[in-house]
């Protein structure tokens, strides 16, 4: 076993005994459901819907809630990194310590986001039927998209941060500028450019940001320009079938620079 | 082994540690002693790559310890003056995570915790330990494998007497193994009965540095090697008085100029 995977392996070990993940996990399963039963309710209707309503349904909960609770995990993880006087003074490199806390917090928040809304998934499709499950199924690979990106932003701001009070002060502050931030400036955009040449700016700003990039994607999943929004019908205009494939590679994005920041940062740190 | 080359520290211009220059050679034990805030952890830490220097250079085993930092700590072992891994750190996670970047095997790791007295807890947290069962839990892992460099910093804090004895064994093993021994401690019985050098810092600077003998006659005490205890404190005080009159004196040069 080589090093880093030994310390990955340690990381997730340490990552698997925390107390948080399974709470997180009944909680997205009971979203899930929650969102299920009552999406119908508007109607006088009381009857489980279907994976597609859910979907939707569920999306904007995921891109609000999933981004806050892995930039808060993240910056935590991030800036207890400064405690770990003996694990640095071991033959490891400093990118490779944030990279193992970054992946077991990956795979435990990711694990719980699978078992929450998975087994909220299979009551659904036990009660409505298995119609659009893949939609479903993309709408929980968006949510792991999200998380593992937003984990990165907040392990560079907990890096970077050095305390935890502060880490979690400028998360936060982070997630909101990320969830209203960028649709202000979308908004801006819109009343300042002329029509013509507000797509390009649009889909850039789309990508400026992990939670619009996840909500797009989300949106992308039910092909309607309607639900998507300015900045995801200049998506579309602007990039076509290829935005789905633009929105992935900037979430991917958002987590591979985040994470190499960080492990740059913390290479610099004194401990 | 051990190399300092001009070693400085400063933090926001004010210096932690001057230039230092020291060897310790393979076998050789070398203690680190001075006041707090003399400059002992952060020239371990420097060496452990958790702090980086400001100026001049230093060598494990002929790898600098910024450049070539992975392959300066494959020989080095360390114990710091708290765990640093979290309390919550189940103990058998640390050993075979030590083991795995040591290249020993998980057996062999697993005993050396065993002669550590530490055998039953493996299960347990590091936060459910005594301050001396952690101590003693460090020391077993620092010197764990081929450790060409050993590193420690106030090794027999929270420790009681059967436990410092651990600690004297552990130093003297790894002397006998041919590690070269860096120590920083205030247990200065400990340190004229371990150390062939003495190094005495305060304020970042070197007062003096040698044998027993050779430090007895810098702080100008008239000492019969005869006797088997040392006059070590006594040495001690005249010296590190001497140091603080010294940087005092710097310090009112420096704001002569300054004025």
């Given amino acids: 076993m080589t090093p880093t995977l030994a310390l990955c392996r340690f990381e997730l070990s340490a990552a698997l005994r925390g107390r948080t993940a399974p709470y997180f996990a009944a909680g997205f399963g009971l979203a899930g459901l929650t969102v299920a039963l009552v999406g119908l309710s508007a109607g006088g209707v009381l009857a489980v819907q279907g994976f597609a309503r859910t979907s939707v349904s569920l999306l904007e909960l995921i891109v609000w809630v999933v981004p806050i609770l892995a930039l808060i995990s993240g910056a935590v993880a991030g800036a207890d990194c400064h405690e770990l006087e003996f694990t640095a003074s071991l033959p490891l490199r400093r990118h490779a310590i944030v990279f193992s806390r970054w992946a077991a917090s990956t795979l435990t928040l990711g694990a719980a986001v699978l078992l929450g809304l998975g087994s909220a998934g299979l009551v659904i499709g036990m009660l409505a039927g298995s119609a659009d499950g893949w939609r479903y199924l993309r709408l929980i690979g968006v949510a792991l998209l999200v998380l593992s990106a937003t984990l990165a932003l907040g392990l560079w701001i907990g890096v970077a941060a050095h305390s935890r009070f502060k880490a979690v002060g400028v998360a936060v502050a982070v997630w909101f500028a990320l969830v209203i931030g960028v649709d202000l400036a979308a908004i801006g955009a819109l009343a300042v450019l002329p029509p013509g040449e507000a797509g390009p700016w649009l889909s850039v700003l789309l990508m400026a940001s992990p939670v619009n990039s996840a909500r797009a994607l989300g949106l992308s999943l039910f092909h309607t320009d309607v639900v998507a929004g300015p900045t995801g019908a200049a998506l579309r205009a602007v990039l076509g079938q290829a935005g789905a494939w633009a929105l992935t590679a900037a979430l991917i994005g958002w987590t591979v620079v985040p994470l190499g920041l960080a492990g740059r940062r913390f290479s610099r740190s004194d401990l | ?259």
């Fill in chain 2, 1 to 259: 082994m051990i190399r300092l080359d001009q070693l400085a520290k400063s933090y926001g211009g004010r210096p932690a540690l001057e230039p230092l220059n020291l060897e310790v050679a393979a076998g050789e034990v070398v203690a680190l002693v001075g006041p707090n805030g003399a400059g002992k952890s952060t020239t371990l830490r420097i060496l452990t790559g958790t702090v980086r220097p400001t100026g001049g250079r230093a060598f494990i085993a002929g790898h600098n310890v910024v450049t070539d930092a992975v392959a300066a700590r494959t020989h080095l072992g360390y114990l710091s003056q708290r765990p640093g891994v979290p309390a919550t750190t189940v103990i058998r996670d640390l050993v075979e995570l030590v083991a795995a970047v040591r290249d020993v095997a998980s057996s062999t790791a697993v005993q050396a915790l065993a002669d550590a007295g530490l055998g039953d807890r493996l299960r347990s947290g590091i936060g459910e330990l005594s301050g001396g069962q952690q101590q003693r839990l460090m020391i077993a892992l620092a010197t764990l494998g081929p450790v060409k460099a050993l590193l420690l910093d106030e090794p027999s804090i929270s420790l009681d007497a059967e436990g410092s004895e651990e600690v004297r064994r552990a130093i003297s093993e790894a002397r006998t193994g041919g590690a070269a021994v860096l120590f920083a401690s205030h247990q200065l019985h400990d340190v004229a009965l371990l150390a062939d050098r003495i190094v005495v810092l305060v304020q970042g600077r070197v007062v003096a540095q040698g044998t027993v003998a050779d430090l007895a006659q810098a702080a100008g005490i008239v000492w019969d090697t005869s006797p088997a205890e040392p006059p070590i404190e006594r040495i001690y005080r005249v010296l590190v008085s001497r140091g603080r009159k010294s940087a005092a004196g710097r310090l009112s040069l420096v704001r002569e100029d300054a004025a």
